[in-house]
C-alpha cells in the first residue's frame, strides 16, 4: 500500500479511562471484526488481563477506513496505563507517528495522563486529545479540556467529545486520524530497516517477532539478519493483525506486522533491535531503547523443595513472554533453594506471582519485595545489591546509596495536607506544587523508592478516599543514613528476615518483627533468645521462655534439699541444652514476617 495511506497511532491514557474499550468500537466501526467473534476487550487475550480489566501487553491490530472515497490503512497499537507498564507504552510509541491522548471527561487529567503524554512529546508524535465518558451524568469536558491545556500544554479547545462504551464519536475519531496523524515517511524501494517493538514465544511457532518497517520492503522467503548479533533467518511467514494473525506476502515501508522464522528463544530477539536483508547494503541501525530496568526484587521459594525445578521451568516460560522479568538461583539457609526475581514494580510482581500459581499450579513462599541499592566502592567503582546478604561489611565500601523516586500525585485540593503529611513520613522532598484546576492539584516529591513500595499508595487512596492518583520514576541514587537489620535467633543470623532500612527506622522495626516471630515460633525445653542488631549493637529483643516440667511432682514432704538437688539438676539439664540444642523456626513464622507490612 502506498505509504501516504497508512497511518501508524497508539492509544494513550491513564488506567480506566477506556483505552480498550475504545479500541473495541474501533475494530466494530470498520467491520474489522464480526459481530458474532465481538466480546468487551478483545485485544486482551490473557486472562488475568480480562479478569482485572487492565492491559498488560500492548497488542498491535491493522484496521482499513474509507474516508472521501479513498481506503486508509490504520495501525493501532493498544497500551498498557499502569506505571509499571511505562516500558510497554514507550517501545510502542516508537513504532508509531501520532497518539491518541485519552481522558476521561469525569476524572479530569491524572498522574498517568501527564507520564504518557510527556512519552509521546518526547518522542515528537501528533498528539490528538479525546474526552472519554461524557454520556456520563458527572462529566465536565469543558473543565477537563483547560485542564489538558494548563498541565500539559497541548491545544484541546477542539477535542474529540466520545463515548466509547455506546460508540458515539468513534467515527470523528478515525477521520480526524486521516487528517492529523502523518503518514510515514519510508521509502519502498530503499534497503530493509525495521524496528521490532515486541516478541512473544508460541510454544508450536517459536519467537514471533512485532516489527515495524521504516523503510524498503520486507517479502515472505527472503533470509534477514537482527543488526544487534548478526543472526541470520529466513522470514517463513510474515502478516498483519486483523486482529487475528493474517498471512501476507509482504510488507512495505510504513506498515506494522509480524514475522515468523524458527526462532527457538526469546533471547535471540531484541526488542529495539533493526532487522534488514542478510545480503545488501549496509544500513544504519534505527534508535532503539533502554532495557526495561528492574526496580523491585522478591524471592520466590518452592514449599515443597522438591518443586525447585518445576519453578525453575515456569519462570523460564514467563521469561519467554515477558522480556522484563530476570531471576537467578538464590540459597536461603531458612527457606532452602528458591529464585530472586527483578520486577518493574508491586503490580508486575503480583501478576508474575498469581501466573505462576494458577498457570503452572506451584504453592510457593515469596518474601517481601526489596529494592535495588548502590554500594560506592574505596576505588570509585559502584556496584547493584539486590539483597541483603549481598551487602558487604560496613569497612569494605564508603557510600551505601538508596534509589529515589521523582512521584507526582494527582490530587483534589481540599486532601493536600494529609497527603504532604504522609510524603514527609516516608521520608520525602518535596518538589513542587502546581494547580491544575481550581479543584486539583498535582504535588511532586521526590521520595526514596524503598518507601513507595511499601504502603505508600495504600496511605495515599486511603487519604484521598480513592480520588488520588501517583506516577513514579526512578532518577536517582542518594545516599543516606542506612543500615543492615539484622535477626538472630540463640546468636544465629537468620539471613532470610536481614532487611537494609533507614537508621531511624531500624528500632521500631525491628521490635516489630520480634513481636511477630515471638509469637510464631513454640517454645522449646530452653530459653530461646529474639535479637534484631545493626552491626554489633542489639537494638531490640524478646525472650521465649522456655517449657518447665514440674520435677518436684512426686517429692511428697521430706527435706527441702531433695527439691533443691532435683531443681538445680533440671537446670543444669537446661544450661547445656540451650548450648547444643537447635532451635526449630515454622514456615508460618517466617511467612508471618516475609508476607506483610513490618510496621
Do not use: W
Amino acid at each position: 500500500m502506498d505509504p501516504k495511506h497508512i497511518r501508524n497511532f497508539s492509544i494513550i491514557a491513564h488506567i480506566d479511562h477506556g483505552k480498550s474499550t475504545l479500541a473495541d468500537r474501533m475494530l466494530e466501526a470498520t467491520g474489522s471484526v464480526e459481530k458474532r467473534d465481538m466480546r468487551d476487550q478483545l485485544l486482551d487475550d490473557m486472562e488475568l488481563e480480562r479478569e482485572r480489566g487492565i492491559t498488560i501487553k500492548a497488542h498491535a491490530v491493522t484496521i482499513y477506513h474509507q474516508k472521501a472515497g479513498e481506503r486508509y490503512q490504520l495501525n493501532l497499537i493498544d497500551t498498557p496505563g499502569h506505571v509499571d507498564f511505562n516500558y510497554e507504552v514507550e517501545k510502542s510509541l516508537q513504532a508509531c507517528e501520532g497518539a491518541l491522548l485519552l481522558v476521561d471527561a469525569s476524572q479530569g487529567v491524572e498522574a498517568q495522563t501527564v507520564a504518557n503524554a510527556y512519552l509521546a512529546l518526547e518522542q515528537d508524535l501528533e498528539i490528538i486529545p479525546v474526552l472519554n465518558k461524557v454520556d456520563l451524568a458527572h462529566a465536565r469536558p469543558d473543565e477537563v479540556a483547560e485542564e489538558i491545556e494548563n498541565t500539559l500544554a497541548i491545544e484541546a479547545t477542539d477535542a474529540l467529545r466520545i463515548s466509547a462504551k455506546t460508540g458515539v464519536g468513534v467515527g470523528a475519531v478515525l477521520d480526524r486520524i486521516v487528517d492529523d496523524v502523518p503518514p510515514p515517511t519510508g521509502d519502498p524501494s530503499a534497503p530493509l530497516q525495521a524496528l521490532i517493538f515486541d516478541a512473544v514465544f508460541d510454544e508450536y511457532r517459536g519467537v514471533i517477532v512485532y516489527l515495524r518497517v521504516f523503510n524498503g520492503t520486507l517479502k515472505r522467503r527472503e533470509l534477514v539478519k537482527m543488526m544487534s548479533s548478526g543472526k541470520q533467518y529466513e522470514a517463513i511467514e510474515i502478516g498483519r493483525f486483523q486482529p487475528k494473525m493474517t498471512k501476507c506476502d509482504e510488507l512495505a515501508a510504513g506498515e506494522v506486522g509480524y514475522l515468523v522464522s524458527n526462532i527457538k528463544m526469546l533471547g535471540d530477539v531484541r526488542v529495539g533491535d533493526t532487522l534488514t536483508h542478510a545480503k545488501g547494503p549496509e544500513v544504519e541501525m534505527l534508535e532503539g531503547y533502554e532495557e526495561p530496568k528492574r526496580m523491585v526484587y522478591a524471592d520466590f521459594y518452592p514449599t515443597n523443595p522438591g518443586d525447585f525445578e518445576h519453578l525453575r521451568d515456569a519462570l523460564e516460560n514467563l521469561a519467554l513472554s515477558d522480556s522484563s522479568l530476570s531471576f537467578f538461583p538464590e540459597t536461603s539457609d531458612a527457606l532452602g533453594f528458591g529464585f530472586r526475581c527483578g520486577f518493574l514494580g508491586l503490580l508486575h510482581m503480583e501478576i508474575i506471582e498469581q501466573r505462576l500459581e494458577r498457570e503452572f499450579d506451584l504453592d510457593m513462599i515469596q518474601t517481601a519485595p526489596s529494592v535495588t541499592y548502590r554500594i560506592k566502592l574505596a576505588d570509585g567503582s559502584e556496584k547493584d545489591i539486590r539483597s541483603p546478604g549481598q551487602l558487604p561489611d560496613p569497612d569494605k565500601y564508603e557510600q551505601l546509596m538508596e534509589p529515589i523516586a521523582r512521584v507526582s500525585m494527582m490530587v483534589p485540593t481540599e486532601y493536600i495536607g494529609p497527603l504532604m503529611q504522609i510524603s514527609v513520613d516516608h521520608r520525602g522532598v518535596f518538589v513542587r506544587q502546581e494547580h491544575v484546576s481550581p479543584t486539583r492539584v498535582q504535588l511532586v516529591y521526590d521520595i526514596p523508592l524503598a518507601e513507595i513500595i511499601y504502603d505508600f499508595y495504600d496511605k495515599l487512596k486511603s487519604a484521598t478516599r480513592g480520588f488520588g492518583t501517583l506516577n513514579y520514576e526512578v532518577t536517582k541514587y542518594n545516599p543516606d543514613k542506612l543500615v543492615k537489620l539484622r535477626l538472630l535467633v540463640n546468636g544465629n543470623e537468620v539471613d532470610a528476615l536481614s532487611s537494609i532500612c533507614h537508621d531511624s527506622q531500624a528500632q521500631s522495626r525491628g521490635r516489630a518483627i520480634l513481636k511477630k516471630l515471638r509469637k510464631e515460633i513454640p517454645r522449646h525445653l530452653f530459653e530461646v533468645r529474639l535479637q534484631a542488631a545493626v552491626g554489633s549493637k542489639i537494638i531490640a529483643r524478646e525472650n521465649i521462655a522456655a517449657l518447665r516440667k514440674d520435677v518436684t511432682a512426686k517429692c511428697y514432704g521430706g527435706d527441702i534439699t531433695r527439691k533443691r538437688k532435683l531443681l538445680e539438676k533440671q537446670k543444669a539439664g537446661k544450661r547445656r541444652m540451650r548450648q547444643i540444642g537447635n532451635v526449630d523456626i515454622p514456615q508460618k513464622a517466617f511467612l508471618s514476617v516475609l508476607g506483610g507490612d513490618e510496621k
